[in-house]
């Protein structure tokens, strides 16, 4: 069945540097849409950024991440962390054949210092 | 606008007592999911619906029960509620088998079983 992996679990950096957080997935359909969302504490989680496009830039609130079908991956990148990042960070995938749901990785705490 | 709305925010049970939680939404989507997120697990389906009357086992069901009486409502219970049950839960609607659909999620409801 469909799977998100996560590796790092908790990402610690300082403010200003560049972010990037790994996510790659397994999937038997080459229809499948990615999607990264951000849960602030005591917040909901929310949608960050999706993709369903192959080797297509996709930008949201200065983070940015591009879906590679050929490694099956989906990273999100940010120029320049700021305090304000610091959240747990979901990413997703889903088709039209897998029951209607969401398949989310484990989640990697990102966390920036001053 | 549309939402997801859960209710309690907070809840403290006894141990052995029943426990109901409740999720409204008015984005008339047709499916609705509950799933509960603990440190180091990210978020884990426990039940999902795809409409009025249907309810689904999802990764992780043991010692939880679902309805959804209707379109807009769908309440997890917890009959025998039991302290590894302590988590935050997050209800969420949506119909990701649709193009590029995704997720709201409520905002969560912190339980403490003791």
């Known amino acids: 069945g469909d799977s998100v992996t996560q590796k790092e679990g908790l990402v610690t950096l300082t403010e200003g540097l560049p972010v990037m957080l790994n996510c790659t997935y397994q999937?038997?359909?080459?229809?499948?849409?990615l999607f990264w969302y951000v849960h602030y504490l005591n917040e909901s989680p929310r949608l960050l950024l999706k993709?369903?496009?192959?080797?297509k830039r996709t930008e949201h609130q200065g983070f940015h991440a591009t879906l590679h079908k050929s490694s099956s991956s989906f990273h999100l990148q940010k120029s320049s962390a700021q305090l304000s990042d610091s959240a747990l960070y979901y990413c997703a995938l889903s088709d039209r054949y897998s029951n209607n749901r969401i398949f989310f990785g484990d989640g990697t705490q990102l966390v920036v210092k001053p | 606008e549309a939402a997801v709305t859960q209710s309690p925010r907070n809840k403290v049970a006894v141990t052995g007592g029943k426990v109901t939680l409740s999720c409204n939404q008015t984005?008339?989507?047709?499916?609705m999911y509950w799933y509960r997120q603990d440190t180091g697990h990210g978020l884990r389906l426990i039940h999902y619906?795809?409409?009025?009357?249907?309810?689904e086992k999802g990764d992780i069901p043991d010692g939880y029960k679902a309805s959804r009486p209707s379109q807009e409502n769908f309440s997890l219970i917890l009959e025998l509620a039991t302290p590894s049950q302590t988590s935050v839960y997050f209800c969420a609607s949506g119909d990701p088998g649709q193009t590029n659909s995704d997720y709201t999620f409520g905002s969560g409801t912190r339980l403490l079983v003791i």
């Open positions: 999937t038997i359909y080459s229809n499948a849409f």
């Open positions: 993709s369903s496009t192959d080797n």
């Open positions: 984005n008339n989507h047709n499916n």
């Open positions: 619906s795809y409409g009025a009357g249907s309810t």
